[in-house]
């Protein structure tokens, strides 16, 4: 099985899935008929993922830069470019939340506004599941774990580094998988959205983004505890 392969055409799936949405809601053939096929091309993928050759890794890399660059212009279209970052607990489930002003407070999957500020919300509850609340939270505990999930397991990076303080976490990733790192800077971040769903899994706690840029050798990530 390719893990890289697996990682990337399940975000193709959960990128074009939300483009559809979109695109249904606001009756833009254009959008619903782009989401639909690339929904095909992620299907297509994901059995490929266990057994592949990597041209075509390079060609799904194509058609997720293509996707996420038609999302890129969805998110400027509703100012949400310069939004907070949050993962975030509504209802029971877990969710990845772009919102400009406010909390991430009662919002449902998809496109919307509340109190007059547009957002996007991604579920995330089926990212990662096997990852659980840890009984001790100590930067080891929560680095060893790290390690475990975005090194051993998904192999994104070749090493995790873990620093608390107070409310906030700092993660980074040194050696980041070349097939990630060229989303860097993207509002759909793939490496961004599991860094901070495993981490927040394993605090039990909701994360708000507050920092994040790169570092020699890899990036760093910087999340604040929303109690």
């Known amino acids: 099985m390719n893990k890289s392969l697996l990682i990337l055409s399940s975000n193709i799936l959960i990128v074009s899935s939300l ?10 053939p254009s959008l619903i008929g782009v989401s639909a096929s690339s929904i095909l091309v992620g299907l297509v993928l994901l059995m ?3 057994s592949v ?4 890794i390079n060609s799904l890399i194509e ?5 996420n660059n038609a999302l890129t212009s969805v998110i400027e279209n509703v100012d949400l470019l310069e939004s907070d970052f949050y993962v ?3 209802d029971g ?24 500020e547009p957002y996007l919300a991604i579920p995330a509850e089926n990212i990662l599941k096997d990852v659980v609340q840890v009984d001790e939270i100590s930067e080891g505990v929560i680095e ?3 390690n475990l999930v975005l090194t ?12 608390l303080s107070e409310r906030l976490v700092r993660v980074d990733l040194m050696g980041v998988n070349k097939v990630l790192s060229r989303f860097n800077g993207m509002p759909i971040n793939p490496l961004k959205a599991l860094v901070a769903v495993a981490t927040a899994r394993l605090l039990g706690k909701d994360l708000k983004l507050s920092e994040s840029g790169d570092t020699v050798g890899g990036v760093y990530y910087v999340f604040e505890v929303i109690e």
């Open 19 to 28: 483009i559809l949405l979109y695109g249904i809601i606001n009756n833009e």
């Open 48 to 50: 490929f993922s266990f």
């Open 53 to 56: 050759a990597e041209s075509v």
């Open 63 to 67: 058609y997720l830069s293509l996707v």
């Open 88 to 90: 975030t607990r509504v």
């Open 93 to 116: 489930e877990l969710r990845l939340v772009m919102i400009k002003r406010g909390k991430p407070e009662a919002v449902i999957p998809g496109l919307g506004v509340k109190l007059g």
């Open 144 to 146: 060893t774990n790290l």
């Open 152 to 163: 051993e397991s998904l192999g994104l990076c070749s090493k995790v580094f873990v620093r």
